[in-house]
């Protein structure tokens, strides 16, 4: 007898815009099976070989995967995956495997997920989001690694049925790379963050997407325990960060509804993309796009941006989890301005502090303390790499940069120090930019907002931050 349960919502993190109603389809994870083996002697540089071969195998694999998230979304999002061949490399984890083996005499798979267990037991249990977000990429790596000494293919997210919200305790990023948007409806996840690699990749492909629901998992099986099946509708809102389970007819169709309306609205503005966004009195208007990697521009000028008003730049960074180089960010802007030129593209400077956490960040107060200029003012070369790379993409398209949380007459005037000193560099190395880029403050805090025309006299525009 099936039993049928009371709508219910759960809440979560919402990390990417858009609505869906759809079947389930439970994502469930690669979980290896070996025994522990000890070994001869005679197969120790076998057992050595066999690893080394699976790395290199994951290697090939991660490349190719790198290569066609470079060519579909940018080389932005491609940096993703440099970040997890890295990781295949580390000397800890890589050469503590081959060590174990030796040592131990034990087989490869048993001493790489012994050597492993030393970085997850900690991420684990770490209580700072950003580092319990970056046992995705090592789970995913180790998942291709062991599966690749195993000799075992690893579960497709290809076999989703179109139209269906995917169900997981969480994603791998490799694994939301490849999802097909044309096929999956929405996501949620019980793990993960808003910064997390998944949800930079989901949200970059535009498919809506909520994660960090708590116990979602066990409230999704005790469904599917209830209703003896597996085949039932959710609604997944990831606007409002929530998935409803049960949904009511009534709420199926209220959301279908709003669905209808939603397309209906998205073709009208469609059609109106090569037009010129002019007022009934005759005022024009630029309507611009907010973006964060170089796939939205994409997607924005397809449907009629007239260039980009914020670039935030800190999810490069974000990204890759390191600092990026001046050519990396050279490369991300000039083919950001070549996208949108002759239309202005508006690159922030990193704005790190409040929800964007790096690595050894404490700041107690992260929304309104050590964050944004004053963090770039104590870390001169990362700054001044951002200034240099954004001042050489200038010739490539029409830039201009904008300094985030200006509070002070003084914070202005030391950014515009540091502009003229990766000027200077640029000179000295013969590098050709943009003499007369133009300079903009973001007004978003209550000093910017009183001190505004004493910073008009030193500044080209305003961006009021919402």
Not at 114 to 120: A, D, E, G, P, Q
Not at 347 to 365: A, L, S, V
């Amino acid at each position: 007898m099936k039993i049928v349960k009371k709508e219910e919502i759960l809440r979560g993190i919402p990390v990417s815009s858009g609505f869906a109603v759809g079947n389930v389809f439970i994502y469930q994870r690669f979980i290896p099976t070996y025994k522990e083996r000890q070994l001869e002697t005679s197969e120790i540089e076998l057992e050595k070989q066999r690893f080394q071969d699976a790395v290199k195998k994951t290697e090939e694999e991660l490349k190719l995967l790198r290569e066609e998230i470079r060519r579909e979304m940018g080389s932005d999002l491609a940096e993703l995956i440099s970040l997890q061949i890295a990781l295949l490399f580390d000397q800890d984890l890589y050469n503590g495997t081959i060590n174990l083996i030796e040592s131990e005499r034990r087989n490869a798979e048993y001493a790489y997920s012994k050597v492993l267990n030393r970085y997850i037991v900690p991420l684990n249990e770490a209580k700072t989001p950003y580092f319990r977000e970056r046992l995705a990429d090592i789970m995913d790596v180790s998942s291709r690694v062991l599966s690749n000494i195993l000799g075992v293919e690893l579960p497709s997210i290809y076999e989703v049925t179109a139209g269906s919200i995917v169900i997981a305790y969480d994603l791998l990023p490799s694994e939301a790379a490849l999802l097909d948007r044309n096929r999956v409806a929405g996501i949620a996840i019980e793990g993960g963050g808003k910064t997390s690699h998944t949800a930079i990749m989901t949200k970059a492909k535009g498919i809506p997407a909520v994660v960090g629901i708590e116990n979602l998992m066990k409230h999704i099986n005790s469904l599917c325990e209830d209703t003896q099946d597996k085949d039932f509708q959710v609604i997944l809102d990831g606007s409002r960060g929530i998935l409803i389970t049960n949904p009511t007819e009534k709420r199926i169709e209220s959301y279908k509804k709003e669905q209808i309306e939603f397309k209906k609205q998205q073709n009208y503005l469609a059609s109106f993309a090569e037009s010129d966004s002019t007022t009934k009195d005759g005022k024009h208007i630029d309507i611009s796009a907010n973006i964060e990697f170089v796939s939205e521009a994409m997607s924005a000028k397809k449907i009629g941006a007239r260039g980009v008003g914020l670039f935030r730049t800190e999810y490069l960074y974000l990204a890759r989890r390191r600092p990026i180089s001046e050519d990396e960010q050279f490369d991300i802007y000039a083919t950001v301005a070549q996208i949108m030129k002759p239309d202005p593209v508006i690159i922030r400077t990193y704005d790190f502090g409040g929800d964007k956490i790096i690595p050894g960040y404490n700041e107690p107060n992260p929304y309104l303390g050590w964050r944004a200029i004053r963090l770039c003012f104590d870390n001169p070369e990362l700054f001044l790499n951002q200034i240099r790379a954004i001042l050489r993409a200038s010739v490539k398209g029409n830039i201009k940069i904008m300094l985030p949380m200006i509070s002070d007459y003084n914070e202005l005037l030391q950014a515009k120090d540091f502009i003229e000193q990766a000027k200077r560099d640029l000179k000295a190395r013969n590098v050709i930019f943009d003499e007369n880029i133009e300079l903009g403050v973001m007004v978003e805090t209550p000093s910017c907002v009183i001190l505004a025309d004493k910073f008009a006299k030193d500044c080209n525009f305003f961006s009021i931050g919402s």
